[in-house]
Nanobody
Framework: QVQVAESGGGLVQAGDSLRLTCAAS????????MGWFRQAPGKEREFVGEVSWSGSIRSIVDSVKGRFTISSDNAKNTVYLEMNSLKPDDAAVYYCAARYYKGNDYDNWGQGTQVTVSS
């Protein structure tokens, strides 16, 4: 069972940057793809992007492309979500999750980290 834990959220001003960290652990971690999601109050959870440990899978949604970057540090079993030029609309609880590389469903979730962006 893969376990993930997010950190790095906080209160920032519009235009600021923030880096979220997802620490992963568990057996056969290399076979998992790591994803970032976010959920704003009153809205459905939204997929932000994902990355595989090999780097062969890397994607990010168009709504944040050019501002957000997903990367991984295999030596630290850590995935990052670098967020630049933050907007108030980016405010949400951000979740890290893992899925088996052959599957489509993310079923290993963290507790989330709150990102608040003031205008």
């Amino acid at each position: 069972q893969v376990q993930v834990a997010e950190s790095g959220g906080g209160l920032v001003q519009a235009g600021d940057s923030l880096r979220l960290t997802c620490a992963a652990s568990g057996p056969s971690l290399a076979y998992y793809v790591m994803g970032w999601f976010r959920q704003a109050p009153g809205k459905e959870r939204e997929f932000v992007g994902e990355v595989s440990w090999s780097g062969s899978i890397r994607s990010i949604v168009d709504s944040v492309k050019g501002r957000f970057t997903i990367s991984s540090d295999n030596a630290k079993n850590t995935v990052y979500l670098e967020m630049n030029s933050l907007k108030p609309d980016d405010a949400a609880v951000y979740y890290c999750a893992a899925r088996y590389y052959k599957g489509n469903d993310y079923d290993n979730w963290g507790q989330g980290t709150q990102v608040t962006v003031s205008s």
